[in-house]
């Protein structure tokens, strides 16, 4: 079957640096999306990586490795606002998405 | 990026009547759209995918008598909730693609929808 995997919740500090785990497994690739959702609100999009490497988009970065079915995403300079629900979504060979059941992060003063 | 407007952004109702919900594609014309339910605490559940002038696909386990969708242009989807229960409560968000093989999906506001 199809399955996403990433941690429920995750609590880090303002100013540091945080890397949230995704592994996936689907019928297919073409592709891996991060999304951000604040509670209550749609997800807004982060990242969309489908090659391997690491991309970089000002304090948040995403890195692939299809071999290894992973990815992660990097915030660094953590902010208060930071505090949100992180998406992790596959796309399998039908072009569908594959979501993950998200990762909550809690940033502390 | 693309904008799509969704709307109702809340609505309350009574049990036993039915909501709509539409979803706009403003600055593009989205041939697939697709409707997701999400739970507190869940991640996203596709209820639903829609093709601009076609029926709808329903993910398993999904009424489609319950949860009528209709995708009559190429830039609006509606979701009618009939006969709303309150285990029907949620929040429920469209997104849209301009081709199913565009990678980015946009997603509409969502919608909250309590049934007392």
């Known amino acids: 079957g199809q399955n996403i995997d990433q941690p429920t919740e995750m609590t880090a500090t303002e100013g540091a640096i945080v890397q949230i785990n995704c592994t996936y497994q689907t019928s297919g690739f073409n592709g891996l999306f991060w999304y951000q959702q604040h509670a209550g609100e749609a997800p807004t999009f982060l990242s969309y990586?489908?090659l391997d490497g690491l991309e970089e988009k000002g304090r948040f970065s995403s890195f692939l490795s299809r071999s290894k079915g992973y990815s992660y995403l990097l915030l660094k300079e953590l902010q208060m606002k930071d505090s949100a629900s992180y998406l992790c979504?596959?796309?399998?060979?039908?072009?569908?998405?594959?979501w993950g059941a998200g990762t909550k992060l809690i940033i502390k003063p | 990026g693309a904008v799509v407007s969704q709307h109702p952004s809340w609505v309350i109702c009574k049990s036993g009547t039915s909501v709509k919900i539409e979803c706009r594609s403003l600055d593009f014309q989205a041939t697939t759209m697709f409707w997701y339910r999400q739970f507190p605490k869940q991640s996203l559940m596709l209820m639903a995918t829609?093709?601009?002038?076609?029926?709808?696909?329903?993910e398993q386990g999904v009424e489609k008598d319950k949860f009528l969708i209709n995708h009559a242009s190429l830039t609006l989807s509606t979701l009618t909730v009939t006969s709303a229960h309150p285990e029907d409560s949620s929040f429920y968000i469209c997104s849209a693609r301009s081709g199913i093989y565009d990678t980015e999906a946009f997603f509409g506001q969502g919608t909250r929808l309590t049934v007392v």
């Open positions: 979504a596959a796309i399998d060979s039908n072009y569908q998405l594959i």
């Open positions: 990586n489908v």
């Open positions: 829609s093709n601009e002038g076609s029926k709808a696909t329903y």
